[in-house]
């Protein structure tokens, strides 16, 4: 998600610092949006001038502190909250005081993350979908202590990379996560239940109500660690059992079979 979102600011004009743990990450991750542009100036969306600018607008650096000159800084790293609270007092310390502070969380509360830092009005949700450069969806999420100005500053910054935000209330999952998941888990108990295959449920769904993926890839290519996190998100805040993670979620997260990034989810790859 890091990646992507880089990549969308670097086409539309920003210049990027791209912070990554380590070396390893750092080429990866250079070289995903290099692959990615390269592969637009192969089918002709974009020309050498406006790749090779691109190219250029982005830095990726392992040290926080090369974000210190950074307007805005969006956070996209594991949906743990001590691990982003953690992060968010480090940021607050380094960024200048106007400095805007945002996180990709999809479920997490916000405001959680606001507290950590000493200027909770400059702290705002700011939700990329997978694959970043497909969707256009943005949620800015206020908080109970977000001033007006940072959910305007969120805004207008999502419609400048040609997304489309919606404001949203700090709530579990949002919009999207919170009616999606609940599908999602749905399959899995419908599958449990030997109800259909699972190829067959995801048919279903895709001819039956035009959904471009079907559920059990749409978790694959979220991670099954992912759909188990935002699951117990949404449990937490709402006690409802029917978003409580189907037992073969919380049996896959277990085995390592986490979707597409392992290789094996409810699919092989």
Known sequence: MGSGIAEACIRSGFSVMLRVRTERSEQAARAYVLRTLARDLER???????????????TVTTKLEDLAECDLVIESVVED?????????ELDRLLAPDALLATNTSTLAVASLAAATKRPEKVVGIHFFNPVSRLSLVEVVRTLVVSEETV????AFARSLGKEPITVADE?????????????NSAVKLLERHVASMEDIDRAMKLGCNFPIGPFALLDLVGLDVAQAILGELYQESGDPAVLAAPTIK?????????KKTGRGFYTY
Request: glycine share 8%.
């Open 152 to 155: 305007e500053r969120a805004s």
């Open 251 to 259: 049996r896959m997260c277990a085995a390592g079979y986490l979707g």
């Open 172 to 184: 579990a999952g949002f919009v999207v996560n919170a009616l999606l998941f609940p599908y999602l």
């Open 44 to 58: 002709g969306k974009i020309d050498r001038k406006a790749h090779d600018a691109a190219i250029e607008r982005l």
């Open 81 to 89: 909250l001590s691990v982003k609270r953690h992060l968010f007092a």
